[in-house]
């Protein structure tokens, strides 16, 4: 895809983190960005610097986000909004927490897509991009966060069987340990947080993950980038676990 033809692009969760790094990769590279999340100043902030338009929407308002969508014909959205929680047995959650992680990193990101797709199948192009996990590759010890990866992982794959004719494209990133405000948010307590935010190694930054988008989105129309996992060299994932052992 040649610069000329980038057209608009969403990112959303875009004031901080992954978000706010591809909303700068993308208009660097041509897009013209929309940047959407709570926080106002800050997006307000990041848009500025993108040259991008903010929009203070919180993802799970899905009469605000379809109408933004539907407003601005996006040939390109980055569904990156999400978050974690703090690490527990599932059992440890109480049910209005279960419900919120999904309202957001699951309900939310499949209500925007659905809102998007007939506008970008009429046009004959468009791309979205999940932010997923590697923790919807692998267990990571995270149970509903993980569900919630898993879910956008199978969303993306059958919208390639269910988008395709469409001319419309599908990606999932599934990235390894990020060094964004991800743990800050999801582990309020300090102490807490410590022994799972430092992890001694190199992360990735929120730009090595932009790059990645940047470039799935940069491909020409007839190539799909179905999924795209990275870690940091630090990091890996897999094994065996032995009770008792
Ligand atoms: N960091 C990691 O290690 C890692 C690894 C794999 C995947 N991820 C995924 O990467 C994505 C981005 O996370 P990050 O690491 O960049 O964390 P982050 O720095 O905490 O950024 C999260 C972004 O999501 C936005 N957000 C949260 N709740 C929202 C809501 N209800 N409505 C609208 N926006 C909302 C936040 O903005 P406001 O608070 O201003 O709304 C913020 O811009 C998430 O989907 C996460 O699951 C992260």
């Not at 040259?51 to 109408?67: C, F, K, L, N, S």
């Not at 797709?117 to 046009?123: H, S, V």
């Not at 990645?212 to 007839?222: E, M, T, V």
């Amino acid at each position: 895809m040649t610069k000329a033809e980038r057209g608009k692009a969403l990112v959303t969760g875009a004031s901080s983190g992954i978000g706010a790094a591809t909303a700068l990769a993308l208009a660097a590279d041509g897009w013209r960005v929309h940047a959407t999340a709570r926080r106002a100043e800050r997006l307000a902030a990041l848009a500025a610097e993108a040259g991008a338009v903010a929009h203070a929407i919180d993802a799970t308002d899905e009469p605000a986000m379809r109408a933004l969508v539907e407003a601005e014909g996006f040939d390109l959205i980055v569904a990156n909004a999400g978050r974690g929680a703090a690490i527990t047995g599932l059992s440890g959650f109480p049910p209005e927490e279960i419900a919120s992680m999904i309202a957001l990193n699951v309900t939310a990101t499949i209500q925007l897509v659905a809102a998007a797709l007939p506008g970008m199948a009429a046009r004959g192009r468009g791309h979205v991009i999940t932010v997923g996990s590697v923790s919807g590759l692998y267990p990571t010890g995270t149970a509903l966060y993980g569900a919630s990866k898993h879910a956008i992982r199978g969303l993306v794959r059958n919208l390639r069987l269910e988008g395709l004719g469409t001319g419309v494209r599908f990606t999932d990133i599934q990235p390894g340990r990020v060094s964004t405000e991800f743990y800050d948010v999801a582990i309020p307590d300090a102490a807490a947080r410590a022994p799972i935010k430092e992890t001694g190694i190199e992360e990735l930054s929120p730009g090595d993950v932009a790059e990645a988008i940047r470039w799935a989105a940069s491909l020409p129309p007839h190539v799909n980038i179905s999924a795209l996992e990275l870690a940091p060299t630090g990091q890996a994932y897999g094994g065996a676990r032995f009770a008792g052992r």
